[in-house]
């Protein structure tokens, strides 16, 4: 009979290059990881891993001993999900990540809909707008805006996303409507944390370097902003729709409107697709589909 111990230990370790990360995804301490994976070494009379204060990384032997023990562990995810799936509904804890804005007005929602459709899942939702280590912190699934740039990751385009720029009809009132993305420099432009303004018009792309009185990281901030007045935001359409509906801002400079976004469910590569992750990204998939022309 083969023995399991210290095995799943060591994938963890081998994934996330540390005990104590491996510890915190496996919800055990940082101790027990230490032991079973020693015991493992003993036991296989091998070296799998080289410990450092500061780093660990993985033998050689380790590397051949990794992917064997993924694959069984893979295989293992597999049946199981086999058996969630001849009972129609998934099981088990789901973790997600999503920005802070986007997850709280429609990430959110769509997840509580998920776990009234499937009430024997127990999911985790942190909403955040600091990338999480996938892997490290043990997340199944990460919702992301904009250019991806972890190439280590699947991804799944659910989505995009429109940018807009506005201002308010009582910042229109004093100043002269802008024509061309080059007549903003005559306007206080309120800026996030990316220096640039975009747009396009017959496939070409202008990218505008702007200032203004108020910089931010919070798109809430600059709306609230530019509904009192105060300048001109480029933003995506979750925030800004509702109120250029309502008519308490103006939707300016159509035909250079911004490339939209993509938005993207991310999973690391090196793990089997559960049934659970798989039904959540179709979910999302559906429910953020952009709406035909």
């Given at each position: 009979m083969f023995n399991w111990e210290g095995v799943t230990e060591f994938v963890a370790v081998a994934e996330t290059e540390s005990f104590t990360a491996a510890a915190k995804q496996l919800d055990i301490s940082t101790a027990q990881v230490s032991r079973q994976v020693?015991?493992?070494?003993k036991r296989l009379a091998t070296k799998l891993l080289h410990r450092t204060t500061r780093k660990v990384s993985v033998t050689e032997a380790g590397t051949i001993y990794y992917q064997h023990c993924r694959q069984v562990l893979d295989g293992l995810e597999a049946a199981e999900d086999a058996v969630s799936d001849m009972q129609s509904h998934p099981t088990g804890k789901l973790k997600i990540t999503a920005p802070v804005t986007y997850g709280e007005a429609t990430i959110a929602p769509l997840v509580n809909s998920f776990l009234v459709r499937y009430p024997d899942l127990d999911i985790e939702l942190n909403l955040?707008?600091?990338?999480?280590?996938?892997?490290?912190?043990?997340?199944?699934?990460?919702?992301?805006?904009?250019?991806?740039?972890?190439?280590?990751?699947?991804?799944?385009?659910?989505?995009?996303?429109?940018?807009?720029?506005?201002a308010s009809p009582a910042y229109l009132k004093t100043h002269s409507e802008p024509l061309t993305p080059r007549d903003l420099e005559k306007h206080n432009c309120l800026q996030s944390t990316n220096e640039y303004w975009y747009f396009q018009k017959n496939g070409k792309s202008h990218n505008i370097r702007l200032s203004g009185n108020l910089r931010t990281n919070s798109g809430q901030v600059l709306l609230d902003a530019a509904?009192?007045?105060?300048?001109?935001?480029?933003?995506?359409?979750?925030?800004?729709?509702?109120?250029?509906?309502?008519?308490?801002?103006?939707?300016?400079?159509?035909?250079?409107?911004?490339p939209d976004q993509g938005v993207w469910a991310l999973y690391p590569q090196n793990r089997h697709l559960s049934s659970k992750v798989r039904l959540l990204l179709d979910y999302l998939a559906e429910e953020l589909a952009d709406p035909s022309p």
């Open positions: 020693s015991a493992l070494e955040s707008n600091l990338k999480k280590d996938l892997i490290e912190e043990g997340f199944d699934v990460a919702i992301r805006q904009g250019n991806l740039e972890d190439s280590t990751m699947m991804a799944k385009r659910l989505s995009s996303r429109t940018f807009y720029v506005c509904l009192k007045g105060i300048g001109i935001v480029q933003l995506p359409g979750d925030y800004v729709c509702s109120h250029t509906d309502a008519g308490e801002l103006n939707i300016l400079l159509e035909d250079y409107r911004s």
